[in-house]
């Protein structure tokens, strides 16, 4: 039954102060309150709820309640990878919330040999101490050495039994632009190791000096380059020099750095390897970790560098904290 005040389509009287009062007529103010009911009791049966990247970032859309969303659990299983088979399949990280693969790349003996036995030059010494410090200082489950003829020597007897060969197919082009210079194809074949197999790749010249661990964790991680002409500033550097890279297996940053190669020049001597990873990192910082030019790659290599760094102790790489 409805209340007196209604009975008659007389107006509800709402008693204000000092004696006043405000009239409002019965039907619309009845329609105003049955919508609000109905609303309220809607509120309390079922919670409203909305795709939210806040309430659980990795899942953005985990709280849709939409009748047409397929669970997850009800995906065909994934295509198989196309890692091609002479770059070896991902090793485990060193820890558990490491997300780098505990392996060491080289890339080494794609230039053509002149001898009648194609036997690989012999190794340089430098490049016996460089991976030799890898071992000592990374202390890594497994070191690749990426290879078409292997070196010769003393210095490779000594540090063979220590790496694991792998005998790579050498690109001749990519994106149908032909790889001419073996350093270019050297350049190609870091980033598919790194595409598919993760770990850190290193040029054959790097002196590891400390542990990289605490770089472990971030998908993927370069040095600048720095450059010789003053003028430019260390936020402005030559580029994000290749001979390190620390990467996951399937990192985006090098997927776009692989793309790029769809406009490769090869008269253009180090655009793709050092100019062009700088620029996709500006355009996507959040999917790389960018060190400055202090971390790896100094002193530099021109000038009085060479004899800094070697004949006198005007540089002590303990007392930097460099890595490399």
């Known amino acids: 039954m409805l209340p007196l005040w209604v009975r008659g389509g007389k107006p509800i009287t709402i008693p204000l102060n000092r004696n006043r009062s405000l009239q409002l007529p019965t039907l619309p103010t009845l329609l105003i309150l049955l919508v609000i009911g109905f609303i309220v009791s809607l509120s309390h049966s079922r919670p409203l709820t909305f795709p939210s990247s806040r309430a659980n970032p990795t899942r953005p859309y985990a709280l849709t309640t939409s009748p047409f969303r397929v ?22 990280p060193k820890k558990k919330a490491m997300v780098v693969p505990d392996s060491v790349h080289y890339v080494y003996g794609l230039k053509d040999v002149d001898s009648a036995d194609g036997r690989g030059e012999e190794l340089p010494y430098y490049a016996y101490l460089a991976m030799r410090s890898a071992l000592v200082k990374l202390r890594p489950k497994v070191m690749y050495f990426h290879y078409k003829h292997l070196p010769t020597g003393p210095w490779w007897d000594e540090i063979s039994p220590h790496l694991t060969l792998i005998e790579t197919q050498v690109p001749s082009e990519i994106y149908g632009r032909p790889l001419k210079h073996f350093a270019h194809k050297a350049d190609v074949l ?18 590891v000096i400390k542990p990289f661990d605490d770089l472990l964790y971030f998908p993927t991680t370069l040095g600048m380059e720095a450059s010789p002409d ?59 970790q960018v060190l400055n030019e202090r971390a790896f790659f100094w002193p530099m290599w021109h000038g009085s560098e060479v004899q800094k760094t070697h004949e006198t102790d005007e540089h002590d790489f303990a007392a930097t904290g460099q890595y490399a």
């Open 71 to 92: 669970d997850s659990s009800l995906f065909l299983p994934p295509p198989e990878s196309d890692r091609p088979d002479y770059i070896p399949a991902p090793v485990t």
């Open 230 to 288: 003053s003028r430019r500033t260390a936020l402005d550097p030559e580029g994000l020099c290749n001979a390190i890279i620390i990467s996951e297996p399937g990192s985006t940053f090098i997927d776009r750095w692989l793309a790029s190669y769809e406009t490769f020049d090869g008269g253009v001597w180090a655009h793709h390897s050092v100019v062009k990873p700088w620029q996709i990192a500006r355009a996507h910082p959040d999917e790389i």
């Open 190 to 207: 870091r980033l598919l190791a790194m595409k598919y197999s993760g770990g850190i790749y290193l040029d054959i010249d790097i002196f």
